[in-house]
């Protein structure tokens, strides 16, 4: 179903910079956000090979606060289908999410309430994806979710050679190893090496393009030089 740079990616640790928290009561609550699901998709399946459907959306409460606000409840169930590379198969999730709305009015209520539960849904349909989807977060121990920044073991060989302890301004790539990042030359191009979901604007800045074909940032040498 999956390529095997899918696979990999799929079975890697959460990185803890897309890890958001909250206090519900005395309880810190960690998760991630809705924009940042649709990203990974994106980066993980590729465009236009996922997409989801809203199968159930409806109230389930209404009350006031005492601001005496509109509160209203929403409860929606989405479908989420994931194709191959050939869009030959398909991988469906369902699951159930739940939203709040407040507003002095109930059409601002409705829409909050409405948007909040379906994003709920989505996020909890894809985590039956793994870590890169949030399902590390559901571990109280989070053992699968990388808090740490990488340490220098942990960095790609060629790169860890490569990186000075301070800024190496004779270095072009030199901004790409405090994020666990390194390149290495191949075919007549200059590749990055790591994990680089949620770096893309570091990578992008330096003049690599995106293969969405191969799953890699790349330059010519030409380029590079």
Do not use: C
Request: without cysteine; aromatic residues 10%; proline residues 4%.
């Amino acid at each position: 179903m999956f390529t095997d740079k899918q696979n990999q990616l799929l079975k890697l640790n959460l990185s803890g910079d897309r890890v958001k928290t909250r206090q519900q009561g005395n309880i810190t609550l960690s998760y991630l956000e809705g924009y940042d699901i649709i990203d990974m998709a994106n980066f993980a399946f590729g465009y236009g090979n996922w997409g989801y459907k809203i199968t159930r959306l409806e109230q389930v409460s209404e009350e006031l606060n005492q601001n005496q606000n509109k509160v209203i409840g929403y409860r929606a169930i989405v479908e989420v289908t994931v194709y191959d590379v050939h869009h030959k198969a398909t991988v469906t999730r369902e699951d159930v999410g739940y939203g709040t709305g407040i507003g002095r009015d109930y059409a601002s209520a409705h829409e909050g309430a409405g948007k909040e539960a379906v994003t709920d849904a989505l996020k909890r349909a894809f985590r039956t994806f793994g870590n890169q989807f949030g399902n590390a977060l559901y571990d109280k121990s989070q053992k699968n979710v990388d808090h740490k920044p990488p340490q220098p073991s942990q960095i790609p060989q060629n790169s860890a050679q490569q990186a000075p302890q301070q800024p190496n301004t004779s270095d072009p790539y030199a901004s790409l190893y405090p994020l666990g990042l390194g390149v290495k030359e191949a075919n007549g191009e200059v590749v990055v090496t790591g994990q680089t979901y949620g770096k893309q604007q570091a990578i992008k800045s330096l003049g690599f393009r995106w293969d969405a074909s191969r799953k890699v940032w790349y330059q010519s040498m030409q380029e590079a030089a």
